[in-house]
Structure formats: C-alpha cells, structure tokens
C-alpha cells in the first residue's frame, strides 16, 4: 500500500516536472526517473519481466536516443525571446486552451473512472514467469511479433533516410 | 494490495499530463518526451488489467507497445534532427509549409 504511493507520487511528480522544464536535458532525465517508478509499480503488479524491459529498454535504450539527440543538437532551450521571458506553462492564448483541453480530458477520465465502482480487487494468482510469457509470445502471438520485426527494420532505414544529410549519397 | 481503480486512476493522471505536455510546450523533444508519458500510462493500465484478469496477455501487449513506442522515438528523433539542420529550431511553429 505504501509502495504503491511512494512510487505513484514518484512518477506523477517527475511527470509533472518532465514538462514544466525548460532545458530538455533535465526532461530527459526526470522522464527516466518517472521511468524506474513506474518500474517499481510493476513490480507491485506481479510484472517482473515488464518491471526488468522497462529499466533495459526504455530508461537505458530509448532515453538515451533522445539523450543523444538532445545533447547533439545542443539547443537546450525553447528559442524565441518570448519563450525565454514566460515560463512555458503560464502562457496565454492556445496554450491555455491546450490546457483546458488536458483538464477535460482529466474530469472525463475522473468521471468514468469513480462511476465503475470499487470492483477492482485482484485475484490471487498472476502470470508472473518469463517462461509463460515467453510462450505466449512465441505460440499465440507468433505473428504479431514477426510483424514488430518488419516494424523494426521500416523505422530503422526510415530514420537513416531522415536524418542523412543530403548531397552525400 | 491496492485496488484496481488505484492503478487506473494514477495512469489516467500520468495520460492527462503527458496529453497536456503535447498542448502546452512548443518544443519538439519535450513534445516527444509527452507522448512516451502518454504511451506509459496506457502500459501501466495494460498491465494493471491484465492482473485483474490472470492472464499474462497485457504483459505482451506492453511488450508491443514498447516496440512501437522504440520505433517511434527512433523515427521521431530523426526527423527532429532533419528539421532543426533546415531552420535552426526546434519549435513545431516554424514549421508552416503545409499549412494552407
């Protein structure tokens, strides 16, 4: 039970800040801290091998691309005066519509969220082993899998296409 | 151990504030920094229900959804990289050619 708050507070609070900075190098890094949070609620959730992939894959592959790319561009701020000057959650104009329209989304979740009841009590046993989950992916989900595959290999030449520089090749 | 609506009620928060994220800031990385917030919220109500339910399945949706999400970030930054080489910037707004 405390756990479970110490890690939610954890991944909201780093959330909160991940967009409320404005040097996207401390965004980065507070979304990995988020990261690990969340990490621990699956651990929470009897999901140690989602717990494990979301350290390895997500905080130590992912993170570090956009790491990389932030540190390789080295444009660490929003560029205009205007952006310098106001902080980028106090602007007004569109932006506090787009905030509108996050706190409504927010009440519709809160909404359908309170009205389903407390039915939500977990039962004892979980799919907890790799083994299992293994052979589901492998049996059942044999061709989604393959699939992700083709995904892989089209988002890795689509990124070479995109991001060589041109007039070399 | 804590409820299901706990799980789903912090993952609607983190939705909500990766979704505010995306309308707020006008920089690209923290706009793609926003979605994964989103994508991550959407995992930890997989794996949520997939524990009230037994069954391993949301485990491997998560799975996918990490794969799409890696694939993302990798074409995402890419163009990221394409567009600030043009125009020096990395604010969405400079970027008006298909506006009409």
């Known amino acids: 039970m405390m756990a479970f708050f110490i890690f939610g507070a954890v991944a909201v609070g780093a959330s909160l800040l991940v967009i409320a900075q404005r040097n996207p190098i401390y965004s980065v890094l507070l979304l990995i801290a988020s990261f690990g949070a969340l990490s621990g609620l699956y651990v929470l959730l009897d999901a140690p091998f989602v717990a494990v992939i979301q350290i390895i894959v997500y905080a130590g592959a992912i993170m570090v691309l956009f790491l990389f790319v932030v540190m390789l561009l080295n444009a660490p701020h929003e560029d205009t005066e205007y952006d310098e000057r106001v902080h980028p959650l106090l602007r007004p104009g569109p932006m506090r519509l787009g905030a509108a329209l996050a706190l409504v989304l927010g009440a519709e979740l809160w909404w359908a969220l309170t009205r389903a009841g407390d039915s939500g009590r977990f039962p004892a046993g979980a799919v907890a082993s790799v083994r299992a989950i293994g052979q589901s992916l492998f049996t059942d989900y044999a061709f989604p899998f393959e699939v992700t595959s083709i995904l892989i290999l089209v988002a890795m030449l689509g990124a070479v296409l995109l991001a060589r520089r041109e007039g070399h090749g | ?100």
């Not at chain 2, 997989?46 to 037994?54: I, K, M, N, S």
């Not at chain 2, 949706?61 to 990221?80: Q, R, W």
Request: aromatic share 12%.
């Open chain 2, 1 to 100: 151990m804590v409820p299901l609506n706990y799980y789903l009620v912090l993952s609607a928060i983190l939705f909500v504030i990766g979704a505010a994220g995306v309308f707020v800031r006008r920089n690209l990385i923290t706009i793609l920094l926003s979605v994964e917030i989103m994508l991550n919220a959407v995992n930890l109500t997989f794996v949520a229900f997939g524990r009230a339910l037994g069954s391993g399945d949301g485990q491997i949706i998560v799975f996918f959804v990490m794969t799409v999400a890696a694939a993302e970030a990798a074409v995402g930054l890419a163009i990221v990289i394409a567009m600030f080489r043009h125009r020096e910037s990395l604010n969405p707004d400079t970027w008006t050619a298909l506006r009409w």
